[in-house]
């Protein structure tokens, strides 16, 4: 079946340095995988970071990327210096874009990130 | 903007109750889901409703029920509570069905069965 596999947490990180969370997936049902990465912050519900519908593009929102890499089937989530704010737990995500699945996502079990002050 | 509320925030149940869940959206969206989430596990679908009146099972739905009353509720029942479960179960919405669009997320509600 389809499945995301992403970076065990917790990661913990400096404010200033870089972060990667990897996330690989496996869509032996899609044809046209879209990705996602929503985010969870203390105490508030789970949002949409970003998503990128199409292979080999990128997606950015609030300093992160992930570039959509069809061929390594990844997903990875980076950003080049982090703060403290950004301590949450990421979630990555596969979906169909195929209408008859409609908005089905699976989820990868969330990576835990902490950020030092 | 609008915002997902649900209810309620912890609950805890006894062996073999029925216990239910209640989500509100007012965003006015036509699709609406219960996720269920373990401990390091993935969000995993249990029910989903395309529009009002419709109601259609996901990957986890045997022992839970749904009812979408309006369009803006959605409803859960755990059918028969199971000893030591304990989960999170996130309600969430979206605009329309088949167009990937974004799905908005409550804060959950925690399950504890004893």
């Known amino acids: 079946g389809d499945s995301v596999t992403q970076t065990e947490g917790p990661v913990t990180v400096s404010e200033s340095e870089s972060l990667i969370i990897n996330c690989t997936y496996s869509a032996t049902s899609i044809a046209y995988p879209n990705l996602f990465w929503y985010v969870r912050y203390p105490g508030e519900g789970l949002q949409l970071l970003l998503k990128v519908i199409t292979a080999g593009q990128k997606g950015s929102s609030r300093g992160f990327e992930a570039t959509y890499n069809k061929e390594t089937t990844s997903f990875h989530l980076q950003k080049a210096s982090v703060q403290e704010s950004d301590s949450a737990v990421y979630y990555c995500a596969l979906g169909d874009m195929t209408n008859s699945a409609g908005n089905k996502l699976t989820f990868g079990i969330g990576t835990r990130v902490l950020v030092r002050p | 903007g609008g915002i997902i509320t649900q209810t309620p925030k912890f609950l805890i149940g006894q062996e073999g109750q029925k216990l239910t869940l209640k989500c509100q959206q007012n965003f006015n969206h036509d699709t609406m889901y219960w996720y269920r989430q373990d401990s390091g596990k993935g969000l995993r679908l249990i029910y989903y409703s395309i529009t009002e009146n419709d109601l259609q099972k996901g990957d986890l739905s045997e022992g839970y029920d749904a009812s979408r009353e309006k369009k803006s509720s959605f409803s859960l029942t755990v059918t028969s509570a199971q000893k030591n479960e304990m989960a999170v179960f996130l309600c969430?919405?979206?605009?329309?069905?088949?167009?990937?669009?974004?799905?908005?997320f409550g804060p959950g509600t925690r399950l504890l069965v004893l």
């Open positions: 969430a919405s979206s605009p329309r069905w088949g167009y990937q669009d974004t799905q908005y």
